[in-house]
C-alpha cells in the first residue's frame, strides 16, 4: 500500500489524489464499455413515452418521466430534441398539463448501450394532485427505446405506394406556427402499421423529412429483429415494443421499475434488485446507478 507521508509537499499530493481520482473514474468507465459491445449499443435512439393505465395521473407520470430523461441527457452531454408530442387536457393543479405521447430523438455517444434496458413499463405511486380527496393512486407510462439504424447500414426499401401522410396542426405553447398551420407531419408505413411524426420544425416539408428519417429507423430496426436472432435476443430482453408481435401493456404486473413516493420514498428496479429512498434524485436524472446494474443483466 503507498504511504502518502512519503510525498513531501501538500501539493504534491494533492496532485497525486487527483490523478488516482481520474484513473479511478477511466477504469469505471472501460468496465462499462465491456458491458456494451452490442451490435447496435454505439447508436443513437428514438425514445418515446406514452400514458398507461391511470388517466389524468399516467399523462402526468410521462411529463415526470420526461424530464427525467432529459436531466439524465445534459448530465451526459447528450443531445436531445423532442420530435412530437400529444398532450392531454388542461386544467389539472399548479396548471399542469400531462402528455398522452412524447418522443425525442437523443444523440451521444452509446446512447442506446446505456438506455436500452428502460424499455418497459414504469410504475408511479403518489397522493394524486388531482384527488380532490387526496387519494392514493397508482398509475403507469411505457417506454420505448429503438436504435436509429443509418440508411447506410440497412436499406429500408420503402416504396412511395406504402406510405400515409397525414398534416396537422402542431400542439404546443406559443411559437409563430403552432395552431395555426398545419406544418406537424404524420406517416405512417402501411404494410407495417408503424408510424411516426414530427411537428418541431417551422416547415411541413423539414417535418416530413425528420419523420421519414425516424420512420426508417423504426422499419429497419423491426426488419432486424425478425431476421436477426442477436436483435432477436436483444429485444426479449430489453423488451422493444416494436409492431410485430402482441403488444405489451403499461399496466399492473408488467412494471421494470416502481417509483413510490407514498406512504414511503423508494425507487426499486424489478430486474436487478436495485432499489433507492433518493426518489427525488432519480426523478432529477440520477439514474447511473440503475443503467449500470441493468448493464450487467
Not at 510525498?7 to 481520482?21: G, H, N, Q, R
Not at 402528455?99 to 413499463?121: M, N, P, Q, T
Request: hydrophobic share 35%.
Amino acid at each position: 500500500m503507498l504511504d502518502l507521508d512519503l510525498i513531501k509537499t501538500a501539493e504534491d499530493k494533492e496532485s497525486f489524489l487527483v490523478k488516482i481520482y481520474s484513473l479511478e473514474v477511466e477504469l469505471r468507465e472501460n468496465k462499462k464499455r465491456i458491458f456494451l459491445s452490442g451490435k447496435y449499443d454505439k447508436c443513437s435512439v428514438i425514445l418515446t413515452i406514452k400514458a398507461g393505465t391511470g388517466g389524468r395521473d399516467a399523462e402526468d407520470w410521462v411529463t415526470l418521466l420526461l424530464k427525467m430523461y432529459q436531466k439524465y441527457c445534459e448530465s451526459k452531454n447528450w443531445h436531445y430534441r423532442i420530435l412530437s408530442q400529444n398532450f392531454a387536457e388542461g386544467g389539472g393543479p399548479e396548471g399542469r398539463i400531462g402528455i398522452k405521447e412524447v418522443s425525442l430523438a437523443i444523440e451521444g455517444e452509446f446512447v442506446y448501450g446505456f438506455l436500452k434496458r428502460e424499455a418497459g413499463a414504469h410504475r408511479l405511486v403518489r397522493i394524486s394532485p388531482f384527488s380532490n380527496k387526496q387519494l392514493r393512486q397508482t398509475s403507469f407510462a411505457q417506454v420505448e427505446v429503438i436504435p436509429q439504424i443509418s440508411d447506410k447500414e440497412y436499406d429500408a426499401g420503402i416504396k412511395p405506394d406504402d406510405l400515409k401522410l397525414e398534416t396537422f396542426r402542431s400542439a404546443g405553447h406559443g411559437g409563430q406556427n403552432v395552431n395555426k398551420r398545419e406544418t406537424a407531419v404524420r406517416i405512417t408505413h402501411l404494410p407495417t402499421g408503424l408510424q411516426a411524426s414530427c411537428q418541431v420544425e417551422r416547415t411541413q416539408a423539414m417535418n416530413r423529412k425528420i419523420a421519414l428519417a425516424v420512420l426508417v429507423a423504426k422499419i429497419a430496426a423491426k426488419h432486424e429483429i425478425a431476421r436477426s436472432q442477436e436483435l432477436s435476443a436483444e429485444r426479449d430482453k430489453t423488451k422493444l415494443l416494436i409492431d410485430g408481435g402482441k403488444k405489451q401493456t403499461a399496466d399492473f404486473g408488467r412494471q421494470i421499475r416502481s417509483y413510490v413516493v407514498h406512504p414511503y420514498k423508494l425507487v426499486k428496479d424489478h430486474r436487478t434488485g436495485l432499489e433507492t429512498s433518493d426518489i427525488d434524485g432519480v426523478l432529477s436524472g440520477k439514474i447511473d446507478d440503475f443503467l449500470e446494474e441493468e448493464l450487467k443483466l
